[in-house]
């Protein structure tokens, strides 16, 4: 899995899977896009107005929680 970030156009993108096939992209909000394939794989959550989104929580960190472990950590988002 890979979050990436372009500031230039203020979009994130959460890639699950690279893209080894035909993906629709379909529109679930006009923040938010999803890349699915016909069999029902999720490629990839891409977040338009991105900073507003990945900043709103946790004091503008990305939390990784590991729920087996029980480890937290925190990588903060810069401005």
């Known amino acids: 899995m890979q979050l990436t970030y372009d500031p230039r ?21 006009e923040e938010l896009n999803v890349d699915i394939a016909p069999d029902g794989t999720i490629y990839g959550v891409e977040l338009l107005n991105a900073n507003e989104q990945l900043r709103s929580g946790d004091a503008g960190a990305l939390v990784v929680i590991n729920e087996a472990l029980g480890d937290r950590q925190e990588i903060p988002l810069t401005k």
């Open 9 to 29: 156009h203020n979009i994130a993108y959460l890639r699950f899977h690279r893209k080894t096939a035909e993906v629709e992209t379909i529109r679930v909000s």
